[in-house]
T-cell receptor, first 111, second 113 residues
Framework: DAGITQSPRHKVTETGTPVTLRCHQT?????MYWYRQDPGHGLRLIHY???????DKGEVSDGYSVSRSKTEDFLLTLESATSSQTSVYFC??????????FGQGTRLTVV | GDSVTQMEGPVTLSEEAFLTINCTYT??????LFWYVQYPGEGLQLLLK?????DKGSNKGFEATYRKETTSFHLEKGSVQVSDSAVYFC????????????FGKGTHLIIQP
């Protein structure tokens, strides 16, 4: 299995609070991604990174920001959590135009 | 933009039945195609892939052939087992790869003993 660790695995937070999810990889892959998974929507791309300090928006980026200060870490921040951001969040990594490898996911509940 | 369409299910089959999960796509150029599987409470695992037309990906008894003429990548297995119960996602990647995979909505497969 690819070395991808997401933390925390579960989190419950209140509306309006900031939340940061962490993705750590040990594979030295260049590309990192954050997806959210919701019933009826499959997986949708939030943000991605193609190198240290190089990031870009995905399909559903509103309300989210990311940072990548080291190759191995990719952080996803919800600046002010809303109930619509209750979801399962997956980090993925890949090298060039190949398949992506996924972490175990973080289940976030915003109450 | 790119898109993937697959039957959502749930698809319920008896053990040892033949499985087909349809997947069609829309993409520019020549995408790479993938099937991922997700077991309850887990992340997505790559099941198989194909990177060019007429390629056949296979793994664990599952197969899928990249059909450019019909823009399809249907997943098949000759004899399913209870342990194959999971959600299956068809996905594609086009272009240089920086902007990630595009996924279908997933097909929930239930195999009954």
């Amino acid at each position: 299995d690819a070395g991808i660790t997401q933390s925390p695995r579960h989190k419950v937070t209140e509306t309006g609070t900031p939340v940061t999810l962490r993705c750590h990889q040990t594979e030295n892959h260049r590309y990192m991604y954050w997806y959210r998974q919701d019933p009826g929507h499959g997986l949708r791309l939030i943000h991605y990174s193609y190198g240290v300090k190089d990031t870009d928006k995905g399909e559903v980026s509103d309300g989210y920001s990311v940072s990548r200060s080291k190759t191995e870490d990719f952080l996803l921040t919800l600046e002010s959590a809303t109930s619509s951001q209750t979801s399962v969040y997956f980090c993925a990594i890949s090298e060039r135009a190949t398949e992506a490898f996924f972490g175990q996911g973080t289940r976030l509940t915003v109450v | 933009g790119d898109s993937v369409t697959q039957m959502e299910g749930p698809v319920t089959l008896s053990e040892e039945a033949f499985l087909t999960i349809n997947c069609t796509y829309t993409a520019t150029g020549y995408p790479s195609l993938f099937w991922y599987v997700q077991y309850p409470g887990e992340g997505l695992q790559l099941l198989l892939k194909a990177t060019k037309a007429d390629d056949k990906g296979s793994n664990k008894g599952f197969e899928a052939t990249y059909r450019k003429e019909t823009t399809s990548f249907h997943l098949e297995k000759g004899s399913v087992q209870v342990s194959d119960s999971a959600v299956y996602f068809c996905a594609l990647r086009s272009g240089g790869g920086a902007d990630g995979l595009t996924f279908g909505k997933g097909t929930h497969l239930i195999i009954q003993p």
